[in-house]
């Protein structure tokens, strides 16, 4: 396995910056200035590296040599714009459950959604690809319903719409739309 270390860390470089470049256009900008910064910290920079292809996520890479990533652990657990980082205890059931995501992080959410689209897809990116990843995966069942309809919207609106609008849309958008 050949280690990747400058291929790493430009592609979590260009994911980065596009995730900042549309979170400025969302008018989150200076959350999207914090974006995945842990990428860069060795728990993450280091798998990162040594699993990285360049056209999936290297945590995936991971997870076939050992059956988890730890990378993916930590990132998920600094990272507000993951769903998965909206899990807690539930008293009642005994179970880890989905909690509701602020509208703040569901935008950042949407840009990095299209931010890897973009950045695995390539020449391949369409302002579909987003919406056809979210509704292929199993990330109904891992959210809130409120969630992945907030979500589900917003991936629509850019498929049908496009990028320039759906942007302006979430910018001047108070409370993100349930349909």
């Avoid at 880890?96 to 391949?124: H, L, Q």
Wanted: aromatic share 12%.
């Amino acid at each position: 396995m050949k280690i990747h270390p400058l291929k790493h860390f430009l592609v979590i470089t260009r994911h980065r910056n596009e995730v900042v470049r549309l979170c400025f256009k969302a008018g989150i900008g200076f959350q999207g200035l914090f974006h995945d910064l842990s990428k860069y910290m060795p728990t993450e920079f280091i798998p990162g590296m040594k699993y990285c292809t360049g056209i999936e996520s290297p945590n995936n890479g991971e997870r076939r040599e050992y059956g988890y990533s730890l990378a993916w652990m930590h990132h998920k657990g600094r990272n507000k714009h993951h769903f998965e980082y909206w899990y807690d205890y539930d008293m009642v059931t005994k179970k880890i459950v989905p909690m509701p995501m602020p509208d703040r992080y569901i935008k950042e959410m949407f840009c990095d959604r299209v931010a890897a689209s973009k950045i695995y897809g390539g020449k391949n990116y369409d302002r579909k690809a987003p919406l056809q990843y979210l509704t292929k995966s199993t990330a109904r069942e891992k959210m809130t319903e409120d969630t992945y309809k907030k979500l589900l919207y917003l991936l629509s609106m850019l498929s049908e719409k496009g990028e320039k609008e759906t942007l302006k849309f979430i910018r001047h958008c108070k409370a993100l739309p349930l349909e």
